[in-house]
């Protein structure tokens, strides 16, 4: 899923949209996930891991959306 994001600069390159994906989970403790950063142009730009644990993964609960919010908080982002 293509989560568009307040276009923006990373590296020098236009972006606008991130996607979260193979998300591993050490249950009751952490998860971690990898980050796309895509580009006006549809083209990777960077990718990054991402890491919850403490209180960010205990804050997860059951709504898949708070990966996405913290994600963009994470990453400096907003959704567009």
């Known amino acids: 899923m293509?989560?568009?994001v307040k276009q923006t600069q990373i590296f020098g390159l236009d972006i606008?949209?991130?996607?979260?994906s193979d998300i591993v989970?050490?249950?009751?403790?952490?998860?971690?996930?990898v980050v796309a950063i895509y580009g006006t142009d549809?083209?990777?730009v960077h990718s990054r891991s991402i890491?919850?644990?403490g209180d960010e993964y205990d804050s997860w609960g059951?709504?898949?959306?708070?990966i996405v919010?913290?994600?963009?908080k994470k990453l400096g982002l907003e959704k567009a």
């Open 2 to 4: 293509d989560i568009m």
């Open 16 to 20: 606008n949209s991130i996607q979260i």
């Open 25 to 33: 989970i050490n249950l009751n403790k952490s998860a971690h996930f």
């Open 42 to 44: 549809g083209d990777l």
């Open 51 to 53: 890491a919850l644990d």
């Open 62 to 66: 059951d709504d898949d959306n708070y």
């Open 69 to 72: 919010e913290i994600t963009l």
